[in-house]
Each structure stands twice: as C-alpha cells, then as structure tokens.
C-alpha cells in the first residue's frame, strides 16, 4: 500500500472531511468517485465509499484512528481487494491485519474483490458428496452435503460453537480447509478457538479470521467478505472448503449500526432495508462447483428460542436448513442439544447412501415413538411391552447420541453402533456401561487401521440395515468380538436378572465366551468401573 | 446586492470571518436589549463590512433575510486550494484571484497554502480535481536518485 501523495497524484482528484460521526465520515470533492471504492485520507486511514449523494460522498471510515474535519482525501482507484496466498494457512487473520496486510489498493493480479458478485448457475453442480460432522445425531439424521449452506440456530450458551469446532476437527483430519470468521466476539473467545486449533493440531490447514467487539463497525461488517474471499481463493485450486460465519445476528446488529449512522431509512427492527441482501449475496457466493466447494455454516443467535426473528428467519430462507440448538434439551442435559424434529436438511438426504438413508429413517421413527411414549413413562410396570421396549430402545439411543465435544465419531461406526443397539446388543447393560463399551468402540476405530477397514467395508457392502443387524449379531463379527474380549477381561460380577424381551431377538452369542484379541487390538477401559456383562 | 461586500472577500479564510461575523448579527436578533443588533453590527463586526451591510440594509429588507441572503451568496463560491513556495501578500492574491475569476468565469475562494516543497509552480485543487504543477515533482526522480547516490557513496 502507498501513502497519500502517490494516490493523489494517481487519481488527481481530492476532496475534504466535512463531518464526521463516528466511523461514518461526509467528505466533498472526489467528483468522479464511485460506490465499493476506497479512499485514503492524508493521515494514512483508509475509508470504503458507502454512498453518494449530490453535495457529499458517505464513507465508512475502516482505520482504528479517526480522522477530523478539514482532512483531506484522495481516491485509490481501487475497490476492496484482498491478497490471499498459502501463507495464511495456519494463522489468525485479526481486523488490524486487515490494514496492514491484507487489503490491497493497487493493480495487483492476484488481488481478490472482497464484495463480488456469485458464480453463474452453470459453475455449479449438484450437491452429492456427504460432509461429516462427526457429530452421531447430525451425521445421521440432519445430514450434511459438501457444499451446503446450512444454518446453525439456537440460543446463546446451548453449545454451538462446540458443535462448530468438532466439524472443523472431523473436517481438518481430512484435509478440508477450514476457514473459521468470528464476527465481533471477545478477545477472549477469539483466544479459546486459536488454542483449540492449536492443541488439536488443526492449523496447518485452517484459517480464523477474527474481529472484536471492540473493532470499528465496518472492520467487524467486512470480516465475513473477507472469510469468504479466503475462502474462495482455496476453492479456486480445486479444494473443498469449510466456512464457519459465527455469527451473523451480530453481523446485522453492526451493519444495522452503520447504516443508523448513515442516517438510512430504519426497516423492521431498526434494520435497513438491504439487510436481506447483504446476507444472501454473501451466503450465495458459497456452493458446489464444477472445482471446488465451500460448505457455508452461518450461525444466528436466537433469543428465547424464538426462530421467527427478523435476522434468523432470513437466514433461514437463505440457506439450505438448520440445525436447531434447544434450549431446553440443553437444560435437560443432552449434548449435543440439537433438536432433531425442528432441525431441517435440504440437500444433506441426497448424499446419503440407501443404508445410511434407512438407518436415518429409521432412527427418526424410533425417536418420534420415544417421544411418544416418553410422557408415559410414569406408568411404569402398567405399560404394555412394546411400549416399555419402544421406551427402553429410545432411552439407550439418546444415550447413544449423547456426545462429548471431544469425540468424534464417524459415520461408518455410528451405523455399525446404531446396528448393535438394534441387535439388542446392549439390552441387559446399564447405560453407563453401554456408553463405555461404544466409547471403547469408537476409540478403537479410530486407533486400529484393520479394524476401521474391515468396520467400513462392513458398511459399504451391506445395502439394507436388517442385514447389517444379522451381521452385527453373528459370530464372525468383529464388533462383538471386541466387545466380549472387554467384558470377559473385567472381574466377573454377579449373574444379571434377565432383562425383559426386546424388540429385537437377543444375541445369543454373548453369552458364549470370547475369542481370544490380539493385544494391539485390545482397548483397556479408562474409567475405574468395570464395563457390564450382558 | 451584496457586490460591494462580496467583491472584498477572495479567501476561504475572509469567508470565515465574515461568516463568524454573520452570526454574531443573526444571534443578536435573540437579544432583548435594546438596538442589540446596531451594538453587535458597531463592536462585533470589522468597519468595512459594518459600513457596507449598514448601507445595503437601507433598502427595504429585513436585516434576517439579508444576512441569509448573504450565506447563501458565500456558499455559492467555490474554493480553490493553491500550494506555493512563498508566502503571498494581499496583492498577490487578489492578482491570481482576478486571474482566477476571469478565466474559469464563476466566483472563487482562495485557500491559499504555504508549501516548500513545491519549489516553483504551484499545486492546484478545485472542484475535487487535483493538479501539480510543481517544480518540487520534475525534480522529486533526480533528487531522490541524488539522495540514493549519496548514501551509497558516503553512508
């Protein structure tokens, strides 16, 4: 970037600050200037022309500095481009770099237009790749696309920014480039997502593009064209991309300060009438294209779980469904506390393959009849045994469900886990010990090569959910095995009373003893307790 | 009307006087003394101005409109920012605002700075265009090459 002198006597124009009111600042002169340019004022700032009027242009001051009346100012000929190159991997891009390093006001090939318009429809294709979450309850009932659009919903404190962070680390393990903007957010937090980034080795291929609360309106309204402009620079080389825009209520709330400001006309909720606009034609630039792809996940705080906000259900109407954060079953202790029935995919169904489909299916059944069922549940002995075995069922896939934020399970083991809890695998087992035997699973799967092949050649083969439950119920099963070698290593406990019929016919094969384990296949329980006999 | 006031006032900085001087006569309207505004136009405002408002006022208006009038007359003049190397006296600017007016044909302000490193020439801003003619940037490329030889000689 130059100093004044040198776009002055590039431009040849110059104009003067008449007022200024806050970061908006009313300059005259600049006779030819146009909206999206950016100007610089002789004491170095730099400023991003809002609009025109016919005795005054209306800047957005970006600088941290202010500028005062009398200033003078010069065009750059440039509108708001950006630089982005391979260096940018593994760093945090802060609103102070924006100035410094990245915005770029000279004719510059490699520069990119932070505000441009979306690629044509006949650059883009159909969504057909899933995207793992590793989050079991979104992998198999809110599934996601490579490419998709989708909302993330909920209240402040109901754990989606974790949910967030667990994607990046299921999709940064796979060589996904993760670009992650926090929009206005507390050093603090910006902090913990840096460390988390850190510590889970996930910033060799990821960026954060962060602003603060703190920053000037237009630094925090611009982080998140700068994050998809990064972004799109890695879609470019044919790379699948995720984005996460947390969040963009707040993003309105600034933008909604600035235009205020710039004393627009006040639409519904004080917002300015380009709210909508300002949104989509940020969330469009996202999609599958015929090179590349960028998976937009915009988050939008509600306030009292209310989705018929101005803001949210914009966003909504914008995107490609929602994963809805609840309050409640937060309160209620589930995590993750996404609600499954007002959660939406549009797109997610149609990457998924027949089994997963039918699991997915499935699994919504299940749950809708739990729920039924659930307020029932006080009868106790007086219910019917398919309504006990619906409720026993439902209990232990919630509790299936249930996940820390640090693990991440794959979509292979959660079908083959879901397949196990059909079989009635765990039908005499306390939950806790249903938990730590999947957890044993699921550690194993990720840690045993052999396993993790044979688990997922397991799932390719096998086309229909009532056949993987025969397989996961014979002899030869893995799965099993593994799980009998673990219980048969713990100190023997007193025979179980036998459980009431399930739904499904009961594995005899637990009860015969096991199969001798290889040692590098054997997984030592970290907790104290013994895991549960069936 | 307002020619005889007008034509003495060439420079953004007369413009500001006068303006400040214009609103000290408009707020005396809000004073209850008695002939408050005689007493600002005697003790508030420089003789000449005082004098020629004093003899336009004798037409038939009121002396709030008038002043308004006066306002907006002033913002129709537009400014015209001059960098030179020296620092000029009344009569030369009143030559270059002459000059001024006779060639671009519209009233003009001067906003007239001292600059050292124009040289010779000047450097000229009006209507948002911005010219140098300077002689501080024909030579700015040998000065800088000069200033590069010499560190390399004897820094």
Aim: proline share 5%; aromatic share 8%.
């Amino acid at each position: 970037m130059h100093d004044y002198n040198y776009y002055l006597e590039k431009s040849g124009e110059i104009g003067y600050v008449d007022q200024v009111v806050k970061s908006i600042v009313y300059a005259h002169g600049l006779p030819t200037i146009r909206p999206g340019e950016m100007v610089m004022f002789e004491t170095g700032q730099i400023g991003y022309i809002l609009g025109i009027n016919k005795e005054s242009v209306e800047i957005l001051l970006l600088s941290p500095t202010a500028v005062v009346v009398g200033t003078k100012l010069t065009r750059t000929l440039s509108g708001l481009k950006i630089k982005v190159d391979e260096k940018y991997l593994g760093k945090t891009i802060s609103s102070l770099d924006f100035e410094k390093d990245l915005f770029v006001l000279d004719e510059d090939p490699d520069a990119r237009a932070v505000d441009k318009t979306v690629m044509a429809f006949s650059q883009r294709q159909k969504i057909t790749d899933p995207l793992e979450t590793g989050v079991s309850l979104v992998d198999l009932i809110v599934p996601l696309g490579k490419g998709q659009r989708e909302l993330i919903i909920g209240d402040r404190k109901t754990g989606k920014s974790q949910f967030l962070l667990q994607t990046v680390k299921a999709q940064a393990k796979r060589d996904y480039i993760c670009v992650y903007a926090l929009i206005a957010k507390p050093l603090l937090e910006i902090q913990r997502v840096k460390d988390y980034f850190k510590t889970e080795g996930l910033d060799k291929n990821s960026v954060i593009v962060a602003s603060h609360s703190i920053d000037r309106p237009g630094l925090v309204f611009l982080t998140p064209y700068v994050a998809m402009t990064i972004a799109e620079y890695f879609r470019d080389q044919g790379k699948d991309v995720l984005l996460i825009l947390d969040d963009l209520t707040t993003h309105a709330r600034y933008y909604r300060e600035v235009m205020l400001l710039a004393k627009r006309f006040p639409g519904r909720s004080s917002y300015p009438g380009d709210i909508f606009y300002v949104h989509a034609r940020l969330i469009e630039r996202a999609g599958k294209f015929t090179k590349g792809s960028i998976t937009c996940l915009p988050v939008a705080q509600s306030v009292l779980s209310d989705l018929s906000g101005y803001i949210q259900s914009n966003l909504m109407s914008m995107t490609d469904g929602h994963i809805l954060f609840d309050n409640d079953l937060f309160d209620q202790g589930r995590r993750p506390a996404i609600n499954p029935f007002l959660s939406v995919t549009r797109v997610g169904g149609q990457t998924q393959t027949p089994l997963v489909k039918e699991v997915s299916r499935s699994l919504r059944t299940l749950l809708v009849s739990f729920e039924k069922v659930k307020q029932f549940k006080h009868f106790q002995t007086e219910l019917s045994e398919a309504t006990r075995n619906i409720f026993d069922l439902g209990s232990r896939i919630v509790t299936f469900m249930d996940q820390l934020p640090s693990v991440i399970v794959p979509v292979p083991i959660n079908i083959v886990l879901y397949a196990g809890l059909q079989a009635a695998l765990w039908q005499s087992s306390s939950m806790e010990d249903m938990k730590q035997e999947m957890s044993i699973v699921i550690e194993l799967y990720h840690k045993n090569e052999a396993y993790q092949k044979m688990i997922t050649s397991l799932v390719a083969e096998t086309k229909k959910l009532d056949d993987l439950i025969a397989k996961v119920n014979s002899d030869e099963n893995i799965l099993l095995k593994h799980l009998q070698a673990n219980r048969v290593a713990k100190p023997t406990e007193p025979e179980p009373t036998p459980a009431p019929a399930a739904t499904q016919t009961q594995n005899p094969e637990t009860q015969q003893p096991a199969q001798p384990v290889p040692v590098d296949q054997k997984i030592v329980p970290k907790a104290d307790k013994p895991v549960g006999k069936s | 009307m307002y020619s005889e006031l007008l034509s003495r006032i060439i420079t953004t900085q007369d413009a500001a006087l006068l303006k400040q001087e214009i609103e000290a006569l408009q707020n005396s309207a809000y004073k209850t003394k008695k002939d408050a505004f005689k007493v600002t136009l005697n003790t508030q405002v420089r003789k000449w101005v005082a004098d020629a408002i004093e003899a336009e006022l004798t037409q038939e208006i009121s002396p709030e409109k008038y002043l308004l009038g006066l306002l907006d007359e002033l913002k129709k003049n537009a400014s015209v920012q001059i960098g030179i190397a020296f620092e000029p006296s009344r009569q030369n600017i009143e030559k270059i605002h002459d000059w001024l007016f006779r060639e671009l044909g519209v009233p003009v302000l001067l906003d007239v700075t001292y600059d050292p490193t124009v040289i010779a020439g000047t450097k000229i801003a009006y209507n948002g265009k911005y010219y140098d003619f300077s002689l501080g940037k024909q030579l700015s490329p040998t000065i800088e090459s000069v200033a590069k030889k010499m560190l390399t000689t004897y820094a």
